[in-house]
């Protein structure tokens, strides 16, 4: 495994093979459904930790 950083030129790249993969606009979307979910989840663990 590398531990070189990576270069602006492949980070455009990637950039933009995932973009093509996923808009901007999904990746939102998607981001906000994580961030709901890892807030019940925590939600879940702290009400569990309390019985």
């Known amino acids: 495994m590398s531990t070189e950083p990576w270069s602006g030129d492949l980070v455009v790249g990637v950039e933009a093979q995932r973009r093509a993969l996923l808009s ?19 939600l879940h663990k702290s009400a569990a930790e309390s019985k």
Request: avoid cysteine.
């Open 24 to 42: 901007k606009d999904e990746l939102l979307k998607r981001r906000l459904w994580r961030d709901e979910r890892v807030k019940g989840l925590l």
